[in-house]
């Protein structure tokens, strides 16, 4: 249903990355499934991966591979998540990585091996063999696009962004593309990033970047509250342009901070807007918090109610279950006298009970539109915090119980 996501836009190369798909078998025949990312010599990167400690074999082998140096090369596939597959998926994923290796001629730790898909079955070897030499024949500077639906598994529509933008007055290119529709929450969400830039950023600079986009997008997103096996989101520095970043302490760094946070925050509102089943996007914003944790808290609490996100579906300005939600938050001695909560610019809840010149009407024509701004004033402090959600309708219901169909 994809609310307000338009068509792909155009998704600018970044110079020292080529991308290559192949349709390879994982999922239907004919279907892009696998993704081969090739870095030039020379190309840093950074990696933020799932806190699930169930987590998938392949992010058990890309977390160590990239302890020990630069990758050369990412590979993807869809449609299978090598999670929940013991010592077996581990030597599924290095074995990928071998097939990479010998035909690039690079070491089998320089590959990175991700996955996506159904949870709990083998990954079989075999589309990897039959899919890679198409993939490596394919490698193009402009191959984007096509990786953005390689990726994809109950995505509805392909997630991809980009921009061209000046880091301490150079010119530089970022672009990333995302998967990601269900089983959405952080640490991270059932999702995979993945952004590139040709700016010069030392690694540890790189990684603190990353770390800063992360935590102001996808790690402010939730579709259903549940934490994924396989979160990856990966940072490549090619340093084939002319803009270089070489401290934290400088306008450079805010610079490209700035540019990759925009770009990791389309992408994650992409997945949101995308979330399985989803008709609203909604925006909650809690304000007057003792602390932006507090703020958070009260945030998700009310964004994985069942009751409050079922009210959104059906356009309902049912405010009572939104109060409930804040009430059990476990925002310690909350005054409720000082809660006030306004829909899309309607104020709903004047000092912790109905405002007297609210009426019905009001409330039920904003929820009736695709975007909702669910704002919340606490009245504690001047903290504030916000995360993106959705609605849970029948379609989510239906996706998930035919997932495995």
Not at 23 to 48: I, N, Q, T, W, Y
Not at 85 to 104: M, P, R, S, V, Y
Not at 122 to 146: H, K, N, V
Not at 261 to 278: F, H, N, P
Request: one cysteine or more; aromatic letters at 6%; hydrophobic letters at 45%.
């Amino acid at each position: 249903m994809a609310v307000g996501i338009g068509p792909l836009p155009r998704l600018h190369p970044v110079p020292g990355i080529r991308v290559g798909v192949a349709c390879a078998g994982f999922k239907a025949p004919g279907r892009r499934d696998l993704v081969v990312m090739a870095l030039d010599e020379g190309a840093h990167s950074a990696a933020v991966f799932t806190g699930n400690a169930f987590c998938a074999a392949p992010v058990t082998v890309a977390r160590d591979h990239l302890a020990g140096g630069p990758p050369r090369f990412l590979v993807i596939n869809s449609g299978n998540a090598n999670a929940g597959t013991g010592t077996q998926g581990i030597e599924t994923a290095l074995q990928c990585c071998d097939l990479i290796a010998a035909a690039a001629g690079c070491d089998r730790t320089q590959v990175l091996p991700f996955s996506t898909g159904v949870i709990g079955e083998p990954l079989p070897l075999q589309p990897f063999r039959d899919g890679l030499p198409a993939a490596l024949a394919a490698l193009a500077a402009d191959g984007w696009s096509e990786a953005a639906h390689g990726i994809m598994t109950t995505d509805t529509v392909p997630k991809g962004a980009s921009l061209q933008t000046r880091v301490d007055g150079e010119a530089v290119t970022v672009t990333g593309i995302a998967k990601g529709s269900g089983m959405i929450c952080p640490d991270m969400a059932t999702m995979l990033a993945f952004i590139a830039t040709d700016c010069a950023v030392a690694p540890d600079v790189l990684r603190r970047c990353l770390d800063r986009a992360v935590a102001d997008s996808f790690n402010r997103i939730t579709v259903d509250g549940d934490t994924s096996t396989n979160d990856a989101c990966v940072a490549v520095a090619t340093g084939r342009g002319a803009a270089a970043v070489d401290s934290v302490d400088s306008q450079a760094y805010e610079d490209l901070s700035a540019a990759l946070t925009t770009v990791c925050r389309s992408l994650a509102q992409m997945i949101v807007r995308d979330g399985e089943g989803a008709t609203k996007f909604i925006a909650i914003d809690v304000q007057g918090g003792a602390s932006e944790e507090e703020c958070r808290r009260v945030a998700y609490t009310i964004a994985h109610s069942p009751l409050v996100k079922t009210a959104f579906f059906a356009s309902d300005p049912n405010w009572g279950r939104i109060l409930a939600a804040i009430g059990r938050a476990g925002v310690p001695e909350l005054d409720v006298s000082r809660v006030d909560m306004s829909l899309n610019g309607v104020c709903i809840v004047r000092r912790g009970a109905r405002a007297g010149d609210y009426r019905e009407e009001q409330g039920a024509a904003a929820m009736q539109a695709p975007e909702i701004d669910l704002c919340i004033q606490l009245g504690r402090g001047r903290y504030r915090d916000y995360i993106w959600t959705c609605d849970l309708s029948y379609e989510y219901v239906r996706i998930n119980a035919a997932y495995r169909s």
